[in-house]
T-cell receptor
């Protein structure tokens, strides 16, 4: 069963507008972490933002914020005031613990295009 | 600037060849990972290691093996490359803290084409 679901294969947004990228997850572990990464056309994976399952407040990092709805198991990324440089692939990921070690499980990603 | 370095950015190999993908990190991280990235499939974990000489299978280990003889180096081995292993391979590392934003740092990727 898919643990991280990103249903939007692609989105278009106008420069300076806000955009929400959807992510839902599935886990029975009470302790988990959720991450968003950006991958521009250059291929590098860039960490954007993190939300812990016990964090009381939604995470924010500059123009990025995470709309964390624990009961609905969703962790949507909100980008405010989109810029042309935000055009990239975006991946949602969840940290799992396995017998003392941990790994990150990624969604299939979605492509964001910011139009001028 | 901290780094994860993958030895080859682009490789072209023939079916049946043995392929080594090397990854080195300079952050003294305990955990290292090999992912494969394919369009529409996202990143899938092949193998990971949480200590020297330790390895764990990820979600798609078939056709791959790994080696971690030194803390900073994690190698991915394709014993007999096949065309369905044509892909982008991403190495990553992280520290062993089990809480908080234990962020993975990625290398630039190695794009392998098997003919």
């Amino acid at each position: 069963a898919q643990k991280i679901t990103q249903t939007q294969p692609g989105m278009f947004v106008q420069e300076k507008e806000a955009v929400t990228l959807d992510c839902t997850y599935d886990t029975s572990d009470p302790s988990y972490g959720l991450f968003w990464y950006k991958q521009p056309s250059s291929g590098e994976m860039i960490f954007l933002i993190y939300q812990g399952s016990y964090d009381q407040q939604n995470a924010t990092e500059g123009r990025y914020s995470l709309n964390f709805q624990k009961a609905r198991k969703s962790a949507n990324l909100v980008i405010s005031a989109s810029q042309l440089g935000d055009s990239a692939m975006y991946f949602c990921a969840m940290r799992e613990f396995l017998g003392g070690s941990e790994k990150l499980v990624f969604g299939k990603g979605m492509k964001l295009t910011v139009n001028p | 600037d901290v780094k994860v370095t993958q030895s080859s950015r682009y490789l072209v190999k023939r079916t049946g060849e043995k392929v080594f993908l090397e990854c080195v990190q300079d952050m003294d991280h305990e955990n290292m990972f090999w992912y494969r990235q394919d369009p529409g499939l996202g990143l899938r974990l092949i193998y990971f290691s949480y200590d020297v000489k330790m390895k764990e299978k990820g979600d798609i280990p078939e056709g791959y093996s790994v080696s971690r003889e030194k803390k900073e180096r994690f190698s991915l081995i394709l014993e007999s490359a096949s065309t369905n292993q044509t892909s982008m391979y991403l190495c990553a590392s992280s520290s062993r803290q089990h809480s908080g934003a234990n962020v993975l740092t990625f290398g630039a990727g190695s794009r392998l084409t098997v003919l």
